[in-house]
């Protein structure tokens, strides 16, 4: 079972490739077979078969066998909490420019570093 | 000059490791120094820079140096672009959601697949 550190490591590692944002977006519209993921990509099956295990190490992806075709569908929960990480930073920086402001305002005479009035 | 696919890759790269992210959590609180930096990470000064080197190669860090101190601060446009793309990714799954709920609020008596009714 990997930590949330060590998940979060492969989900953005997972994310760190245009053919797998490719692979991602056109599962986000439903799933799709392994043939459906490849056909609009210029490369091997065997290429595709490795990105779709990178998305499916990290839990992005689940797919399953049905007689002789694999279906895959996206786990939207895995792509949260990447997404939640990037928020948290945001609000924080969010947080610091608004007491930034407030200081601002409440000290709005202050004077620059270096003036010499 | 990066597009915005190869830069995506590079953000995504960049967030791929705790340390990395350690740094962006630091320097989101407010701009620090290299041994600000570093002092918390249990790494030589030069692996430090290394990661320094892949925050700064995204854009997501800048750095500049007065003195002997070079003084490095994060840079959240970036990082606002790798919360867009999950984002857009999550509002087409809630609208793929909702969809599919319309329909069976529409049609509740369709029957499963599969039933022998």
Chains 1, 2 share one sequence.
């Not at 060590?6 to 989900?11: G, H, M, N």
């Not at 992005?60 to 002789?68: A, D, I, M, P």
Request: proline share 5%; hydrophobic share 40%; charged share 25%.
């Amino acid at each position: 079972m990997l930590n949330d550190s060590a998940l979060l490591d492969r989900v953005f590692q997972a994310l760190a490739d245009a053919t797998r944002r490719d692979m991602v977006e056109r599962l986000i519209r439903g799933p799709a077979s392994v043939s459906e993921l490849a056909r609009p990509l210029a490369m091997s099956l065997p290429a595709v078969m490795q990105h779709l295990q990178v998305l499916e190490a990290c839990g992005l992806v689940r797919s399953g066998k049905v007689g002789r075709v694999r279906t895959c569908h996206i786990e939207p929960g895995v792509l949260r909490m990447a997404e939640d990480w990037i928020a948290t930073q945001r609000t924080s920086w969010e947080h610091r420019l608004d007491r930034l402001g407030d200081y601002l305002t409440d000290y709005p005479d202050v004077p620059d570093q270096g003036s010499t009035s």
